[in-house]
């Protein structure tokens, strides 16, 4: 059975999906959901789901990455996950925690990569007028959002849509995504997964 780590910043709602996910005979669970902000609302709703949750706030940290780092490492050697899975995760994390994880690490994306890296990707497909858009589940490397891409889920871009209504549809794919490329991790299966 492989232990899975989730890491988020915020709502979590891609955290419930995947730990929703997680029954019967799927080949992983979730050992450990950690925040780096203590009032992050999706750790309610993981302790609500009976997960482990932890938080590591950022902020007394400073600008030292490497030192907030090390305290979310502390909990995550505690919790031995086989897997980690970032989900809505806001901090950018060094290539020394990266690789510590080289391989195992997960994140989703809402952007078609390679395109849009980075922030603000719904309001880069409209202004770049892109009929459809979606989001990517790729393995985490030192470079942001360019590690190998694991699956993909497309939506239409729709007249009059705004950043948020295109949001809200990707987040929905996303919900569907991400549980069935972590699935496939887990079990060991490769190559691309396009919903
Ligand atoms: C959403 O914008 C999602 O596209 C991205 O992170 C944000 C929050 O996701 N992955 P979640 O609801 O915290 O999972």
């Known amino acids: 059975m ?21 029954k019967g005979d799927h080949p992983a669970r979730v050992v450990l959901v950690a925040s780096n902000d203590p009032g992050a609302t999706g750790l309610e709703r993981a302790h609500t789901l009976g997960l482990p949750t932890v938080a590591v ?9 490497a030192a907030f780092e090390d305290a979310l490492m502390a909990h ?8 980690i899975c970032l989900a809505g995760f806001m901090r ?5 925690f990266v690789e510590a ?3 195992r690490m997960l994140n989703i994306h809402p952007s078609l990569l390679p395109k849009y890296p980075g922030l603000h990707t719904h309001e880069r497909a409209l202004a770049a007028g892109d009929t459809e858009a979606g989001c990517t589940v790729h393995e985490v490397t030192p470079v942001l959002d360019d590690g190998p891409i694991l699956g993909q889920a497309r939506v239409p ?27 496939r991790f887990a079990a060991g299966e490769r190559g691309i997964l396009m919903l």
């Open 57 to 65: 706030d950022h902020r007394p940290y400073g600008q030292n990455r």
């Open 101 to 103: 994880f080289r391989g």
């Open 157 to 183: 871009v729709l007249p009059g849509d705004t950043a948020a209504t295109l949001a809200a549809r990707v987040l929905t794919r996303e919900h569907q995504l991400y549980p069935a490329v972590l699935r």
């Open 76 to 83: 995550l050697l505690m919790a031995k996950p086989d897997i």
């Open 92 to 96: 950018v994390l060094t290539p020394a």
């Open 2 to 22: 492989k232990r899975v780590a989730i890491l988020i910043s915020g709502g979590g709602s891609n955290m419930v999906a995947l730990a929703a996910s997680m």
